[in-house]
């Protein structure tokens, strides 16, 4: 498909500027290179983004069980109320007494939010999840500083973690320790034991972890991290599993993010904008960003946290995915939160059981919301590999799991179904996934190739990085 | 109480016998059950109508101005109608970062084609496909310029002072020094920047800066380069289909708050923070990056490149943590870039710094005079006797005025939205008062 840049002719343009009602002025060193931006009509504006919206796969085209992503569906309500001229025309700088609203929305998620995950005060401005990490992991160091604790610059971490635990604590200044995980996926309690010390400032954990398995030693780890002196991060890419069954606050967790844009239902907009809140107890809320959001002489206020870390992004953060996220809490409600946890495990676990009829699981049943499938033995007897079902799946129309994650099994295929597809859905794509299991050894050649049907087929990514072209350039 | 869960009792209950346990409770048996939560404390679930009334209710207790003379960091600027027709695609809208590239060439084409927007504005060689906003894009553009043998970071005392916060709390984490170059006349010091440290990594400034002034950002980038640190400047795009470029001033890496490109104020977020750089530094920006490549059968097709820079892959070495990025607010701002094309926006730069200028000029005739010389883009201060009384008179006609600064200083911003008779109105308005 042509880029835009390649499409209309120079003079295409859309009417859309007054001609100027005060005299012009210019700037005395003005840009003196032209500026070489698209010039097309309208139609034919509309026409390229139309075709590129359709070269895409959203969770409104079909299944879409991205392990650890939590695709659920994203409701219009949300979508809506994030789009009220009461929301999206207010600047973030108007005097507080017109933004009340604005502070509503902030200060009724932050309630329900600490008391879905048993935390005591909540920051906003987190934009994303790993945004959020790196937010925690200030939080635990801005604590550990204000006691003239620094000897503790260590951050404790599960080899099974996603990639950002580890980036997160280096840009928070600490130094990784990484720890294995038992035969089940779970934190080796040993090797915890062994890992934690005066220097420890703290462990990332998410619980369900990255296999899609409860952490049943789960006190005993907090308290062994705790008696050493650190805190316990929760990362809760995984609470759509648990939300309403059992608060990380509960577990023993000082500090967690939440990735509104899995668990709280907004669109993740082809990779962002989300929404990383952070929660903690109440030994670290005298650390979070500042402004929050507090109630004073029955109205709203903006006031900073007494030794707040500072900002970690503009203004008070991605305020339309958290008027998205306060929508669906306030829709689902009080019954709605574990109704959804328990229908995303039992989705999973139905999945699991019809797939694993021919497909090997890394780890035994029950799940929670995900497992892992190995297809390392499928590898070994037919050459066909945990890509190649994933690029045989991409014909039928349905998006892959998440792939070769977690690092720790191999030729990892990971499913999230969620609870919000049907058990029709379900059947139909889990007799996809067993045909493609019968074509491995019936005809692997025919996996090795696919997909076919995409708009376009297997990328030479090797050739993308050696050689990179990353803008257009006129010929 | 409202659910998304589609499932009926019967269905569920076939499921269950299908796994072969009895409930849903079953599958918690491995969570110590003394942890197990009877009862959350939240309301009861409603009906979509009862959370509209509810939801555009909160919504009202906002004040909606009908003319906006504020910026300071968020910028109403007008936006096409097509931009939000195109963006509201549910492909695009629910759909998670592009790892499937084969079923997500509609959003790896779109953040190539943002990339090579970007770098057309900034005249820059490489762009990233997107971070959090301008303050997070300042910060990780310290974070790029640092090495072994330089640590230290200057940032204009001109510059916007959430950037300046966030700059601060980033180095709080990573252990740069952070050190504030001093303003003088509502400009970077130039004197100062002869003694900056040995172990300068790099200087920031932004432009216009935040008083709205043009900087002399060639000169201070000579002097940067002198001291054989990099040279940063956060840009506003709407300014540079007028302003010289980054590139043209000798800037390595190019930052900036992309939001005046067809995003909403919507109270600060979502944002967009837009990243270039030269090519010999293109290996150090963060985050996801889209290069054009070929499938198997020859078709030219777009893929997540250069990898290897990132969290998944080089975990505690990544160059940064980002993953989640702003993807959907880069399209928008791809698809208002081509609406506006070129000469579309450097009208709207041309609207807002002449109006700007304009309101300036019938302001120094109620008494509210410029505090700085020299040239400006949409933005300027002014100082009178009382501004609060100036605000609340401008208020009280559904005027929201510049931003307080204190000691009676107003920070004003003028874009193409406001009308001539806008201007004149609160001119009339402020000279009553005053």
Sequence with gaps: MKLIFEKGAPGQHLTLMPACDVPEVALSQSRTEPLELPHVSETELTRHYTALAKRVHGVNDGFYPLGSCTMKYNPKINEDMAALPGFSQIHPLQPVETVQGCLEVYAEAEKLLCEITGMDGMTFQPAAGAHGEFTGLLLIKAYHTHRNDTARTKIIVPDSAHGTNPASAVMAGYTVVNIPSGKDGCVDVEALRAAVGPDTAGLMLTNPNTVGIFDKNILEITKIVHEAGGLCYYDGANLNAVMGIVRPGDMGFDVIHLNLHKTFSTPHGGGGPGAGSVGCKEILKPFLPGPVVAEKDGGWQLVQPEHSIGRVKNFYGNFAVVVRALTYILTIGREGIPEAAQNAVLNANYMMKKLSEKYTMAYESPCMHEFVMTLQDLHDETGVSAMDIAKGLLDHGIHPPTMYFPLIVHEALMIEPTETESQETMDEVCDVFLELWDLAHTGPQILHNAPTKTPVRRLDEVGAARNPVLKYTKA | ?434
């Excluded at chain 2, 409770?25 to 979509?48: H, I, K, N, R, T």
């Excluded at chain 2, 060439?105 to 504005?121: D, K, N, P, V, W």
């Excluded at chain 2, 043998?149 to 940032?155: E, F, G, N, T």
């Excluded at chain 2, 800037?251 to 979502?270: H, S, T």
Aim: charged share 20%.
């Design chain 2, 1 to 434: 109480m409202g659910t998304y869960v589609p499932n009926t009792q019967a269905q569920k209950d076939a499921m269950l016998s299908v796994i072969g346990v009895k409930s849903v409770q079953d599958f918690y048996a491995g969570v110590p059950q003394e942890m197990l939560v009877d009862s959350l404390a939240l309301p009861e679930g409603l009906s979509e109508l009862e959370v509209r009334q509810k939801v555009t209710a909160m919504s009202s207790r906002n004040r909606v101005y009908g003319t906006v003379l504020r910026g300071a960091g968020a910028y109403r600027h007008f936006i096409p109608a097509a931009v939000k027709s195109v963006v509201s695609r549910e492909e695009l809208v629910t759909a998670y970062t592009p790892y499937q590239a084969e079923i997500s060439q509609g959003i790896l084409q779109s953040i190539f084609e943002y990339q090579t927007m970007i770098c057309a504005l900034t005249g820059m060689e490489v762009s990233n496909a997107s971070v959090y906003d301008g303050a997070t894009a300042a910060a990780e553009a310290l974070a790029m310029c640092r090495d072994r043998k330089r640590s230290r970071a200057y940032v204009s005392a001109c510059t916007d002072p959430q950037v300046i916060e966030t700059m601060r709390t980033y180095c709080f984490g990573s252990g740069m020094a952070l050190e504030v170059l001093p303003e003088k006349d509502g400009r970077t010091d130039l004197e100062s920047l002869k003694s900056i440290a040995a172990d300068t990594a790099c200087v920031y400034i932004q432009q216009p800066n935040y008083y709205g002034n043009m900087e002399d950002a060639k000169a201070i980038g000579e002097a940067v380069h002198a001291a054989g640190a990099k040279y940063i400047m956060g840009c506003n795009p709407i300014a540079l289909a007028v302003m010289e470029t980054p590139a043209a001033c000798g800037a390595d890496v190019a930052v900036g708050e992309a939001q005046p490109l067809g995003l909403d104020i919507a109270f600060g977020g979502p944002y967009l923070g837009y990243m270039a750089a030269t090519k010999a530094m293109f290996r150090k920006l963060p985050g996801r990056i889209v290069g054009q490549t070929h499938d198997v059968d020859g078709n030219t097709g777009y893929v997540l490149t250069l990898t290897a820079r990132e969290q998944h892959i080089r975990r505690e070495k990544a160059s940064s943590n980002i993953c989640s990025n702003q993807a959907l607010c880069a399209f928008t701002a791809g698809v208002y870039m081509t609406a506006m094309g070129a000469e579309g926006l450097r009208q709207a730069a041309v609207l807002s710094m002449s109006k700007a200028h304009y309101f300036a000029g019938e302001l120094k005739k109620t008494g509210l005079k410029r505090v700085h010389d020299g040239e400006y883009f949409h933005e300027f201060v002014t100082e009178c006797t009382d501004a609060e009384k100036v605000l609340r008179a401008l208020d009280a006609q559904n005027i929201l005025g510049g931003l307080p600064l204190g000691d009676n200083k107003i920070l004003w911003c003028v874009t193409e939205l406001v009308s001539k008779n806008e201007i004149d109105r609160a001119v009339s308005v402020i000279k009553e008062a005053c």
